[in-house]
């Protein structure tokens, strides 16, 4: 067990299933969330899909880290509804939706909501409670 993380696994109904962990706002979180993001693909049979799943929550979870304080949410959804998808959503407590930019090519950072948009089949962001979630879906196969 990851000792930056607490993880919940769960039934969301009778197919479909979930795993989410809270990170505390410290660099320490973007290799942490890419692990088990990775591990628990693994653990699913979902390994085709693990690496690009582990790059696109770094790329949040950096985002998460950057403008926001507080915990970091990762969750994984495999939802009995959608065959085929993955969901995954990035939370955090700044309630201020992420905007794409085009980075100049000297810049060095800026990238990551382009990256989450061409490599996944959609993706958006929703507001809650307290802040707001990030989320991307993937094609898996059934």
Request: neutral net charge.
């Amino acid at each position: 067990m990851n000792p930056l993380a607490w993880e919940v696994i769960g039934v969301i109904d009778t197919e479909g299933a979930y795993a989410e962990w809270t990170f505390p706002a410290d660099p320490g979180a973007v290799r942490a969330a890419r692990g088990v993001v990775r591990d628990r693909l693994c653990g699913w049979g979902l390994g085709c899909v693990s690496d690009m799943a582990a790059l696109l929550v770094s790329e949040l979870v950096t985002n998460s880290l950057r403008h926001a304080t507080g915990p970091i949410g990762v969750r994984l959804v495999r939802p009995a509804r959608l065959r085929g998808v993955l969901v995954v959503e990035v939370s955090d407590p700044l309630p201020d939706p992420p905007r794409e930019r085009v980075p100049r090519p000297e810049d060095e950072s800026g990238r990551g909501l382009q990256l989450v948009a061409s490599s996944s089949r959609r993706w958006g962001t929703r507001p809650g409670d307290t802040g707001k979630t990030v989320w991307f879906e993937l094609a898996v196969p059934e």
